[in-house]
Nanobody
């Protein structure tokens, strides 16, 4: 139903900032709640943040509280992840995802982007 493409990843020094973009096509992002995930080599995929949708609050992982912010630009059909005060442990492939559904007591996302690499050097 919707195609997601992430961009904005790259190499940044510790303490720096990056803004990731997730451009959607096929459907308007207003139809979906959106989330960001990340996966480091050899690690499980980790939830980062979810935005508000239909009056729901934005949720976030404790590890990124106060550093990462999610936002939308509905006119551009794009969702963003603003990442500040980056640390080497933030190094991972970052994915955006759409349309969480509650399944077996946890949320499953129906649509995923291809991911964008974020590397933070010390």
């Amino acid at each position: 139903q919707v195609h997601l493409v992430e961009s904005g990843g790259g190499l940044v020094q510790a303490g720096g900032s990056l803004r990731l973009s997730c451009a959607a096509s096929g459907r308007t992002i207003s139809s979906y709640a959106m989330g960001w995930f990340r996966q480091a080599p050899g690690k499980e995929r980790e939830f980062v943040r979810r935005d508000t949708w239909s009056g729901m609050r934005t949720y976030y992982a404790e590890s990124v509280k106060g550093r990462f912010t999610i936002s939308r630009d509905n006119a551009k059909n794009t969702v963003y992840l603003q990442m500040n005060s980056l640390q080497p442990e933030d190094t991972a492939v970052y994915y955006c995802a759409a349309n969480p559904r509650l399944l077996g007591g946890s949320y499953v996302y129906d649509y995923w982007g291809q991911g964008t690499q974020v590397t933070v050097s010390s």
